[in-house]
């Protein structure tokens, strides 16, 4: 997004600021709505539309892009921010709450430490395949190649039985 803002849109260090600022304020919210959001609509059904919310939120990132340089294209990154950030935090709320839940408390920090591994460790490999990408095709199509695989990480929560559980599961038996 830097290169988006600072270069392409020539929005300034201001302009980055502006979007990551609203886009802080999105997760802020996002963590004090899970709650609320989980009694009123379900536990289960917040993991899938987390990830919907802040897939919807990218989708804004390269709009931006073909609104050129100006404030549509700072809204519309501010948004999408937002968006992003808000469905980005209530997903994580929800689905380390059930991993904690689940999960054999003389195994969490094990589990945690395994899950972080495996996150964090491709964050490398995809700015490295994003930068890769970004020299080959270009910013545009980079940008919405990444919001495909996104997207597409969505496919699998929402096929899955979130969407009828009310709560998430409790412990399981050892």
């Known amino acids: 997004m830097p ?22 304020v999105g997760g802020l919210l996002g963590a004090l709505a899970t709650p609320r959001l989980a009694a009123r609509i379900g536990e289960g059904p917040l993991l899938p539309l ?3 919310v802040g897939g ?8 931006a892009l073909a609104a050129g340089p100006g ?9 999408g921010e937002f968006a992003m950030s808000f469905g980005v935090i209530v997903y ?6 059930m991993r904690q839940r689940v999960c054999p408390p003389r195994l969490l ?17 995809g700015s490295l395949l994003g930068g890769w990408l970004g020299e080959q095709w270009g910013l ?35």
């Open 140 to 174: 545009v199509p980079t940008l919405w190649t990444g919001i495909a695989g996104q997207l597409l990480a969505v496919l699998p929560v929402a096929a899955g039985p979130f969407f009828r559980l009310r709560t998430l599961p409790d412990a399981v038996e050892e």
């Open 71 to 79: 404030p549509v294209a700072l809204v519309l990154l501010s948004v």
């Open 3 to 24: 290169l988006v803002i600072l270069r392409e849109l020539g929005l300034g260090p201001a302009g980055l600021g502006v979007m990551l600022s609203i886009g802080s």
């Open 56 to 63: 919807a939120g990218v989708v804004l990132f390269p709009l």
């Open 109 to 125: 920090g094990r589990m945690n430490a395994s899950i972080r591994c495996a996150v964090w460790g491709v964050m490398p490999l």
């Open 92 to 97: 994580n709320v929800m689905q380390v709450s």
């Open 50 to 52: 987390g990830l919907m």
